[in-house]
């Protein structure tokens, strides 16, 4: 077990990752700063990536002003190769296992995976699926998004990806969704694969409530993007809930 695997695996249930776009976040750097520190404490980490077009140099830049305000282990969430950087603690070494194009399950992955080898970033070997919406991710990665109504659809690639070895799944609506990844969705996953998969659910969180019945139903982390850039506060009151919740545990 690796540093930030073991991070996250002794807090399942209760993790709270907060998604920067570095394409977003250098435009307001100083409001992004101010609301990080302020979400810091609660969070289990810093996700830094996306799905449109910046630049390792971006990448770096966002990395180093989360580094500024906040303690917790940045992982990368990479939407190419060059967004690998050895400035990250960790990245999600991801397959988008329902895409059309090999190049989002596996050509990608081949050209990224000797700057993991060489800059010695922690790898966490992740099935990435595309539910409902599917939003940006979903369209940029050509993906066959799984219907929210066929939770046995989901199972089946979850259960691949366990087989397949990978340790970590994470579960997208897609980037400001309108409906959330439903908990019983997760729970029907969860059932099955128990604790063999560690289960990251994102997309159109927006409420206490949704967070919490996410966790509840199984998933061993949440994740605020398209919330922390347009309501912070809102997001930040999730992340406080969740802290409040976990500390009385």
């Given at each position: 077990m690796t540093a930030v695997d073991k991070v996250l695996l002794d807090n399942r249930g209760k993790n709270v990752f907060i998604l920067l776009d570095p394409d977003k976040v250098l435009k307001e750097k100083d409001t992004y700063a101010?609301?990080?520190?302020?979400?810091?404490?609660?969070?289990?980490?810093?996700?830094?990536?996306?799905?449109?077009?910046?630049?390792?140099?971006?990448?770096?830049?966002?990395?180093?002003?989360v580094r500024s305000v906040c303690?917790?282990?940045?992982?990368?969430?990479?939407?190419?190769?060059?967004?690998?950087?050895?400035?990250a603690d960790a990245i999600l070494f991801m397959s988008l296992l329902n895409s059309r194009k090999t190049k989002f399950i596996i050509e990608d992955q081949l050209e990224g995976s000797?700057?993991?080898?060489?800059?010695?970033?922690?790898?966490?070997?992740?099935a990435y699926l595309i539910v409902g919406e599917g939003g940006t991710a979903g369209w940029i990665g050509d993906a066959n998004p799984i219907p929210f109504e066929k939770p046995e659809i989901l199972l089946m690639y979850v259960l691949a990806?366990?087989?397949?070895?990978?340790?970590?799944?994470?579960?997208?609506?897609?980037?400001?969704?309108?409906?959330?990844?439903?908990?019983?969705?997760?729970?029907?996953?969860?059932?099955?694969?128990?604790?063999?998969?560690?289960?990251?659910?994102?997309?159109?969180?927006?409420?206490?409530?949704?967070?919490?019945?996410?966790?509840?139903?199984?998933?061993?982390?949440?994740?605020?993007?398209t919330l922390f850039e347009r309501d912070p506060d809102r997001a930040i009151e999730i992340i406080n809930s969740i802290t409040r919740e976990k500390s009385m545990r």
């Open positions: 101010k609301n990080l520190q302020r979400a810091c404490s609660g969070i289990a980490s810093v996700l830094v990536g996306g799905s449109t077009g910046f630049s390792q140099c971006e990448v770096n830049e966002t990395i180093d002003l303690n917790k282990p940045v992982i990368i969430f990479p939407g190419s190769p060059a967004h690998v950087t050895p400035k000797l700057l993991v080898w060489k800059y010695g970033l922690e790898a966490l070997p992740t990806a366990k087989y397949l070895g990978f340790k970590y799944v994470y579960i997208e609506a897609g980037s400001g969704a309108k409906r959330h990844v439903p908990p019983e969705m997760v729970k029907a996953v969860k059932n099955v694969v128990g604790n063999d998969v560690f289960l990251i659910v994102g997309g159109g969180i927006r409420t206490i409530e949704t967070a919490k019945s996410l966790l509840n139903a199984g998933a061993d982390g949440i994740v605020l993007g």
